[in-house]
């Protein structure tokens, strides 16, 4: 499946955003989608994911409450809605995609090991 990430920005702190990565190529609804992000000389980091069906939702603790992840599968599409923005939130924020197929256990979506497929990714800065 390719992976088209957009929405990012340049916003206050307090400020919100909300991404989209549109998907094709594939079933959508055969893959768990996740939001990952990398700040400048930081590793990539877990933000969120959503099951294919969208009946489950993680979140990194840095983001519970603040972060919403969702998904229209009739659109091909996933969401990060992204309230309270703190400038520690600057990154570039990629999604991506695991299938369901590939039957991982655990804390499948935390690993990014386990994502096949990858956005190119879109900047988020939030200003102080």
């Known amino acids: 499946v390719q992976l088209q990430a957009s929405g990012g920005g340049l916003v206050q702190a307090g400020g919100s955003l909300r991404l989209s990565c549109a998907a094709s190529g594939r079933t959508f609804s055969s893959y768990h989608m996740g939001w990952f992000r990398q700040a400048p000389g930081k590793e990539r980091e877990f933000v969120a994911a959503i099951t294919w069906s969208g009946s489950h939702t993680y979140y990194a603790d840095f983001v519970k409450g603040r972060f919403t992840i969702s998904r229209d599968n009739a659109k091909n599409t996933v969401y990060l809605q992204m309230n309270s923005l703190k400038p520690e939130d600057t990154a570039v924020y990629y999604c991506?995609?695991?299938?369901?197929?590939?039957?991982?256990?655990?804390?499948?979506?935390?690993?990014?090991?386990?994502?096949?497929?990858w956005g190119q990714g879109t900047q988020v800065t939030v200003s102080s």
């Open positions: 991506a995609a695991q299938a369901v197929a590939s039957g991982y256990g655990g804390r499948w979506w935390l690993d990014a090991r386990l994502y096949t497929s």
